[in-house]
């Protein structure tokens, strides 16, 4: 492979080669899978270079739980796709969340959460990290620059999710990054459902991208891992953290992940040539009130997408004009082609029930419940319409 390559090639050609080296990997194409925890040195001098290297954040092979060469490919990758300085790999998408909000706070700080945050990163917040002595608060995920008026002397961070778990309203980033770096905060955001392919948070001025590698990047419902994307001001307090807290993850998933990310650009596509299909025909259905997808020209966060998403996935929200949970279980348990299950992102189908009105405290959620939440996979949209066009006979049998 020549090393004249063009400064930016488009994200589709930058997937299939971020993060890999061929001297690191003697040419082998796939980084192999390094199950270490021991590294051995022969000089003591030596063993503690390499240490003071690794605590620095360096790519230095001291121990497993600082990573390996299967490590520092993926880091890499995601740097070179996210934008930021450093990647940090966690256990787990909460683990990132986690990591995300602990790194960058202290007792008495203040922490600005979206309302449509996903479930798990608002326990973490009013557990967690209240009895640690970081106080919560909740705002409109569709706020913007109005985030200024909810900044307290003590707010260091504000806490985005775009689109919103269930809920999917568009963030409006540039506008938060500014009226939080005004006041002194930082911002992040879970950027799990466009991942690093169809929106780049860092270059709309977030100082931490948070990705649930578990969903697409893996992409395959077969791997646990999550990402935490950083600008070098930011990474000090990540490292510290993770450092403290112990974080390590199993070569195995990082493989799987990186390997996961090098189809990224063409599964997404094609989740997102199967979701428009699947939405355009749900939001043409008589028992739908709404489809929530930012990729919708009607839906109300489309012109902030369009600025700064260059995709859109395969997951959405489904409102529904009349409902009941005995007749979304009858839609949903007959299904052939849909999984029901937790998480998405993977080459599958999935749809659960969705019931956010007892989660949200900023702004109250009005709509019928339960709705549903679709993941839309990578089978032909047909079979998955003629699955959903049976599964509302039964939807409306069961309401009587
Ligand atoms: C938006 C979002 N962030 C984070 C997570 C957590 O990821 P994980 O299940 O890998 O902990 C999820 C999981 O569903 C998610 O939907």
New binding site residues.
């Given amino acids: 492979m020549s090393n004249d390559r063009p400064k930016k090639p488009n994200m589709n050609t930058r997937v299939i080669r971020a993060g890999y080296s061929k001297k690191r990997n003697s040419g082998v194409v796939n980084t192999p899978v390094y199950h270490a925890s021991t590294v051995v040195f022969d000089t003591i001098a030596e063993l503690r270079d390499v240490g003071a290297r690794a605590m620095r954040g360096e790519k230095a092979l001291c121990y497993g739980r600082f990573g390996t060469p299967t490590h520092w490919t993926l880091e890499e990758a995601i740097t070179e796709l996210a934008g930021g300085a450093d990647t940090i790999l966690t256990p ?6 986690a990591l995300a909000v602990i790194g960058s706070v202290k007792a008495g700080d203040h922490v600005l959460v979206s309302d449509s ?2 479930e ?2 608002r326990k973490l917040c009013d557990g967690l990290l209240k009895d640690f002595g970081v106080e919560t608060s909740y705002y409109d995920p569709c706020i913007g620059a109005g985030i200024s008026a909810l900044m307290q002397p003590n707010t260091r961070l504000v806490f985005c ?1 775009s689109p919103g ?1 269930h809920t999917f309203e568009i963030q409006d980033i540039p506008a938060i990054a500014q009226a939080a770096h005004a006041h002194g905060a930082k911002v992040t955001i ?1 950027n ?2 466009a991942s690093p392919i169809y929106c780049q948070p860092i270059a709309l001025g977030a100082d931490i991208s ?1 990705e ?4 697409y990047l893996s992409g395959h419902s077969d791997a ?3 990402a935490v994307t950083a600008t070098a001001e930011m990474l000090p307090g990540l490292r510290r953290a993770v450092l403290a807290l112990g974080y390590s993850v199993g070569p195995d998933d990082v493989y799987l992940t990186t390997r996961g990310l090098r189809t990224l650009g063409v599964r997404l596509a094609r989740h997102q040539e199967n979701a428009m299909k699947v939405a355009l025909w749900l939001r043409g259905r008589p028992e739908v009130k709404r489809v929530l997808y930012p990729a919708l020209v009607d839906d109300p966060g489309h012109q902030i997408w369009k600025r700064d998403f260059q995709g859109a996935s395969g997951l959405m929200g489904v409102l529904l004009h009349r409902t009941s949970p005995a007749a979304v279980a009858a839609l949903i348990e007959g299904l052939a082609y849909f999984g029901l299950g ?3 992102g993977g080459f599958e189908s999935l749809i659960a029930p969705s019931s956010p009105k007892t989660i949200r405290t900023a702004v109250p959620w009005t709509e019928a419940e339960p709705g549903i939440r679709l993941h839309i996979g990578l089978e032909d949209p047909i079979d998955l319409i003629g699955d959903l066009e049976k599964g509302f006979a039964r939807f409306t049998a069961a309401l009587g």
């Fill in positions: 787990s998408g909460i683990a990132a969340c945050a996903y798990p990163t999710e778990s879970d799990t459902w948070i649930a590698g578990t969903k646990m891992i999550g937790y998480s998405w």
